[in-house]
Each structure stands twice: as structure tokens, then as C-alpha cells.
């Protein structure tokens, strides 16, 4: 079983809808859950970030963790044709004195006009 | 504004050849690291530096190595380049000291073809 598991979509919707995206995952010792987004012929950015389970919120979008289930999700509230991205889960788990990103794969999202 | 810039948008290279892939950070980060992404595969860490001259292997490091000579620095290198490493590469850095939230900092990736 992969450390984390996303369904790479690819994912349609039309412009208002509302969008989840989630990941699972194996591995109790992810601490901080990221999500990143990655327009086309571009580098990701950070997104949200969340640590402990519960939901946070900004603005249109709320990440919502569920540690006892390995469950993370990202819902985009009246989605917009500039959120059309690629998603990328990510989790931050100690290596040795440093720490490093494991990523999903990424789901392809398109909100159409 | 934070900056992550890579020396090549897309690269062409013919198998064997030794390459160098570039990367260079604005923003005084220890971190630096380097991806590569493939469809269907994700983001894989290749190899990532915490400090000059320190270097870690990642998941996927066979058939690469890296030089951090200078902190806003970190190259990748491919010995002997094969068609199997054709992909996106992707630089990244951030913040030593952060602990667990360890936001990285993307650069716009290189396209490797390999012939």
C-alpha cells in the first residue's frame, strides 16, 4: 500500500459547483497535511495547511483532516474557472533531523464556464 | 516575492550525454530539494540538501547526484542520461527550523526529453 493514495481524477464540474478532493493515507507519523495546487507549465504553491484533525477554513476553501480514519479532503466552495489546477495532497513526516513532503499524485480539476 | 528559478524551461539531451539541471533560491532557505514528476507516478524526491555540501538521498536517487556548493544553489545531475529520466523536474526549497511544516517553495520546472 502507498504511503498516500489520491485518485488523480481527471475531474469536470461546472462553474458553482462544489468540489471535494481527499486523500488517504498509511502512515501515523504524517504530522502537518498540505495542500498544494499546480497551474499548467507551472511549479505547485502552497494551499492550505492543516495539523491537527478538524476542519480550517479560508475563504472559499476548507481543509478538512480525520487522523483516526487517515483521511484528509479539500473542498472548494462556488468553484471558479480559475480554479481549474491540478491538486496535490502532501504530508510532512521527520527524516532523520529534517523533515520531508510526501506527496499524492495530484487530481486534474476543471471547472467549466 | 519568493523565488525559485531553474536555469531551462525544456531541455533536449541524447542519451549518455552528462546533464546539468540548475537551480537557484532568493530567499536564504537551508532546505533545497529536487523532484521529478511523472504522469500517473506524482512528485518523487530525488535528492534534497539541508545544508552546504550536505546532501540525503530521497526515494528514487539511482542514476542522479546533486552539488550544493553555495546555500542559494543546488544542482542536479544526470551522469549518463537515459530515456527513461525524460520527465518534469521540479526545484524546491524551504525553511530549516520549521520542524514538521515544511512549506517548499516550487520553481517553474524543467522539461527533460531524452533522446
Known amino acids: 500500500q502507498k504511503e498516500v493514495e489520491q485518485d488523480p481524477g481527471p475531474l469536470s464540474v461546472p462553474e458553482g459547483a462544489i468540489v471535494s478532493l481527499n486523500c488517504t493515507y498509511s502512515n501515523s507519523a504524517f504530522q502537518y497535511f498540505m495542500w498544494y495546487r499546480q497551474y499548467s507549465r507551472k511549479g505547485p504553491e502552497l494551499l492550505m495547511y492543516?495539523?491537527?484533525?478538524g476542519n480550517k477554513e479560508d475563504g472559499r476553501f476548507t481543509a478538512q483532516v480525520d487522523k483516526s480514519s487517515k483521511y484528509i479532503s479539500l473542498f472548494i466552495r462556488d468553484s471558479q474557472p480559475s480554479d481549474s489546477a491540478t491538486y496535490l495532497c502532501?504530508?510532512?513526516?521527520?527524516?532523520?533531523?529534517?523533515?520531508?513532503?510526501?506527496f499524492g499524485k495530484g487530481t486534474l480539476l476543471t471547472v467549466n464556464p | 516575492d519568493v523565488k525559485v528559478t531553474q536555469s531551462s524551461r525544456y531541455l533536449v539531451k541524447r542519451t549518455g550525454e552528462k546533464v546539468f539541471l540548475e537551480c537557484v533560491q532568493d530567499m536564504d532557505h537551508e532546505n533545497m530539494f529536487w523532484y521529478r514528476q511523472d504522469p500517473g507516478l506524482g512528485l518523487r524526491l530525488i535528492y534534497f540538501?539541508?545544508?552546504?555540501?550536505?546532501?540525503e538521498k530521497g526515494d528514487i536517487p539511482e542514476g542522479y547526484s546533486v552539488s550544493r556548493e553555495k546555500k542559494e544553489r543546488f544542482s542536479l545531475i544526470l551522469e549518463s542520461a537515459s530515456t527513461n529520466q525524460t520527465s518534469m523536474y521540479l526545484c524546491?526549497?524551504?525553511?530549516?527550523?520549521?520542524?514538521?511544516?515544511?512549506?517548499?517553495?516550487f520553481g517553474p520546472g524543467t522539461r527533460l526529453t531524452v533522446l
Open positions: 524546491a526549497s524551504g525553511l530549516a527550523g520549521a520542524g514538521a511544516y515544511n512549506e517548499q517553495f
Open positions: 492543516t495539523y491537527s484533525s
Open positions: 540538501s539541508y545544508d552546504v555540501k550536505m546532501k
Open positions: 502532501a504530508m510532512s513526516v521527520r527524516q532523520g533531523s529534517n523533515y520531508k513532503l510526501t
